[in-house]
């Protein structure tokens, strides 16, 4: 088997739906595999994958064991000579696996490969692409200065290598992952993708960021930017410190410092709503079902004339390609007030998000009698 798509699932049935549809786009005519590892969630997810996507092998923890522990269980239960772990709130290209494993193939003594990500609203995700995270480094960065914990000396859409790669989508060998001891089991969440990328340079393997294949990551959904996710970050990061950057008492003392520091100057993230005033729908028809739900005007593009900043774009997922849609995405995300849902027909609901640092909406269509 050429490639095991290993997916940790947390409560995020509806995203978890869309991710996999995509994923079962992209590897429809490969030897491929999808593993959904469940950390015991209480929505439903064990029962929409059983039902709507039979061949994904489930896996269902009776307790939630973090996302190193869980995606390692994955792991050991893939078949295939490569791996991608890829998080559930993530939408990828139908060409995505076929482009990287050509990419794999023509490297040698390859690490992890990690792609362009972007977010609901189509803006590119500089965590993509990190330099290693040495510790004055992580700490310029936790008082808001970046430019030096990211990898900018490649521009989003080149290729190159860079140290460090980002959980939500990482491609590697098989055997890559197991010679470097997968994800390091200390990492409860949050600091496991910092570790297991520099963990491949320690072993003297090349990290790739890949720049000619975007996926979405919406991001909001399973890395909630609260003040519980702040402590975990920055706990994280303790922990990796202390792993790889041994130093004396004094730089140790002022790296805590930093870290205390940065978490009670970090402040929970505005809720960012829309009033949306116009629907306008990516599709062949309107389902009535919309209509009746969303009580505003609802048009089909065709007949639009020029997007306003006012109206939300449905895309119809059984119209479009996911391609299509990341490319429209990517066309239109310079714009500040335009969002975008994705309609799921069959399942009855629009699903997306206007900002990585909230959770994601869900509009239901169907009334539940």
Not at 104 to 132: A, Q
Not at 207 to 235: C, M, P, Q
Not at 277 to 302: A, C, H, T, W
Request: glycine fraction near 6%; charge should be neutral; include cysteine.
């Amino acid at each position: 088997m050429k490639l095991s798509v290993v997916i940790l699932n947390y409560n995020v049935r509806y995203f978890l739906e869309l991710c996999l549809k995509s994923v079962e786009y992209a590897i429809r005519h490969m030897d491929a595999e999808i593993i959904v590892v469940d950390n015991q969630s209480s929505d439903e997810s064990c029962e929409m994958v059983k039902k709507l996507f039979p061949n994904v092998k489930l896996i269902e923890n009776k307790e939630n064991v973090g996302f190193s522990k869980g995606n390692n269980i994955g792991v050991e239960r893939a078949q295939g000579e490569f791996i991608c772990i890829l998080n559930p709130d993530t939408v990828i290209a139908e060409d995505t696996f076929e482009k990287l494993l050509s990419f794999s193939d023509s490297k040698e003594n390859l690490g992890i490969v990690g792609c362009r990500l972007i977010d609901g609203k189509g803006k590119f995700l500089p965590e993509s692409k990190r330099n290693t995270p040495k510790p004055f480094v992580a700490l310029k960065k936790m008082i808001g200065k970046s430019n030096a914990y990211y990898a900018n000396q490649l521009e989003e859409t080149q290729q190159g290598m860079v140290p460090i790669l980002v959980g939500a989508f990482m491609f590697l060998k098989r055997e890559v992952y197991q010679d470097i001891g997968g994800f390091d089991e200390d990492y409860f969440m949050y600091g496991e993708d910092v570790d297991i990328s520099y963990k491949a340079i320690k072993k003297g393997y090349q990290n790739f960021y890949f720049g000619d294949t975007t996926v979405i990551h919406f991001k909001g959904e399973s890395t909630l930017k609260n003040v519980h996710y702040a402590k975990r970050f920055y706990g994280a990061m303790q922990i990796f410190y202390q792993k790889h950057f041994k130093k004396n008492p004094l730089f140790n003392a002022v790296v805590w410092l930093g870290i205390k520091l940065a978490f009670l100057m970090r402040r929970e993230p505005k809720e960012e709503k829309k009033q949306v005033e116009r629907y306008v729908l990516f599709s062949d028809k309107i389902p009535s079902d919309l209509r009746q739900k969303l009580n505003k005007p609802v048009k089909l593009l065709g007949d639009v004339g020029n997007l306003q900043e006012e109206d939300e774009v449905v895309f119809d997922t059984d119209f479009l390609t996911f391609k299509e849609i990341i490319g429209f995405l990517l066309e239109w995300r310079e714009s500040k007030s335009l969002t975008f849902k994705f309609l799921m027909q069959k399942s009855h609901y629009l699903v997306g998000s206007n900002s990585s640092k909230n959770r994601g909406e869900l509009i239901y269509l169907k009334n539940n009698d």
